[in-house]
């Protein structure tokens, strides 16, 4: 079995200060793991996977997580906050013992403050 | 290059009526998923094909919906007897990769918006 628990529903940060977005999983095998992005009106958009590599991931916008199996974690983090950045953002895993079924966590709302 | 499509982007439509929801996905990509997202919630996997067949059918919430992909490429989603509680942006994605591989990248159409009144 596999799911996700994202634990902010709403982070809130000034611009320019880091973003720290947190996201534990529950796998029963080796687990893919995605950070998904969702603007307003837009569709979803991959901003980085882990996928058994490093365990420091980096994606697109500056945008980084680290894989910890000790602590199930994989927090999404961004040294400095940009007003583009305000989105909802989604952590996926994929467990290779559910070909083809990913779960979603229920997403947390950023908003980044002028 | 093209990206997944999904139509019509809004379907408005009575209770107890039928709609179908369609998807073109990324040209090449051999794995199609489709998924339900409420309002404030994350995407909720339904059914995902491997070329024209249902590979995993498990999210389907009932045996009002169903899917089809006859020829390997654009996807159908049907949901029959549609009640209010259908109400959802329904999501597509794609994927080049066996869906079974590490490499599951998935690209999301912008989705259909669908409201049973």
């Known amino acids: 079995a596999q799911s996700v628990t994202q634990l902010d529903s709403h982070v809130s940060v000034s611009e320019g200060t880091p973003v720290l977005l947190r996201c534990n999983y529950s796998s029963s095998y080796s687990p893919s793991l995605f950070w998904y992005v969702q603007h307003p009106n837009k569709g979803l958009q991959l901003l980085l996977k882990y996928t058994s590599a490093a365990t420091l991931v980096k994606g697109i916008n500056g945008f980084e997580a680290e894989f910890k199996k000790s602590e199930t974690s994989f927090h999404l983090t961004k040294p400095s906050a940009h007003m583009s950045d305000a989105a909802e953002y989604f952590c996926?895993?994929?467990?290779?013992?559910?070909?083809?079924?990913?779960?979603f966590g229920d997403g947390t709302t950023l908003t980044v403050k002028p | 290059g093209a990206g997944v499509s999904q139509t019509p982007s809004n379907k408005v439509t009575e209770k107890g009526k039928y709609v179908e929801l369609r998807c073109d996905p990324i040209?090449?990509?051999?794995?199609l998923y489709w998924y339900r997202q409420s309002l404030g919630q994350g995407p909720e996997f339904l059914i995902y094909f491997q070329g024209t067949g249902a590979a995993d059918d498990s999210g389907l919430p009932n045996d009002r919906f169903f899917a089809v992909r006859p020829e390997g490429s654009v996807s159908t989603l049907k949901i029959q007897r549609t009640e209010r509680g259908d109400s959802a942006v329904y999501l597509c994605?794609?994927?080049?990769?066996?869906?079974?591989?590490?490499?599951?990248?998935?690209?999301f159409g912008p989705g259909t918006r669908l409201t049973v009144l």
């Open positions: 994605a794609s994927s080049k990769a066996r869906a079974d591989s590490s490499y599951n990248e998935q690209f």
């Open positions: 996926v895993v994929s467990d290779q013992g559910n070909a083809g079924k990913s779960t």
């Open positions: 040209s090449g990509h051999t794995a």
